[in-house]
């Protein structure tokens, strides 16, 4: 529902979607279901990074949505992390958002990368 939501390929689910998202019902997305949207649009529609960063920050801006477990403003933070150097993935971004706001603020990643603003993230031996 969020990809044809945000891309509107196909104006008559783009409508059905939007009917949902802009009405007034609480709605809450999880940050699994985030980073499938992102997988989604990126390898399927090939939209670049940016402008699905740009995508998320407007569809989780929306008064009516929520983020299942985490808070609004540590995602919308976690995002803001992905745009400057390109180097953060939303993915990762998205594991540190929970991460950071938790009180259980240590990641293990193998990632080089990983965010490590507000957490400690042990990259193993």
């Not at 969020?2 to 999880?30: C, G, K």
């Not at 993915?91 to 929970?98: E, M, V």
Request: aromatic letters at 6%; a negative charge; glycine letters at 6%.
């Amino acid at each position: 529902m969020v990809v044809r939501y945000l891309v509107r390929d196909v104006p008559e689910m783009a409508d059905r979607a939007a009917m949902v998202i802009d009405s007034d019902e609480n709605l809450l997305i999880s940050g699994v279901a985030l980073a499938e949207v992102d997988h989604v649009l990126r390898s399927v529609y090939n939209l670049p990074r940016e402008a699905v960063i740009e995508h998320f920050m407007a569809f989780v801006s929306k008064r009516n949505i929520h983020c299942h477990g985490l808070d609004k403003g540590t995602v919308l933070e976690a995002l803001l992390m992905c745009r400057p150097s390109g180097r953060v993935s939303i993915s990762d971004a998205l594991i540190w958002a929970p991460a950071r706001t938790s009180g259980q603020n240590l990641v293990y990643s193998i990632d080089a990368r990983f965010p490590t603003d507000g957490i400690e993230v042990n990259f193993g031996p």
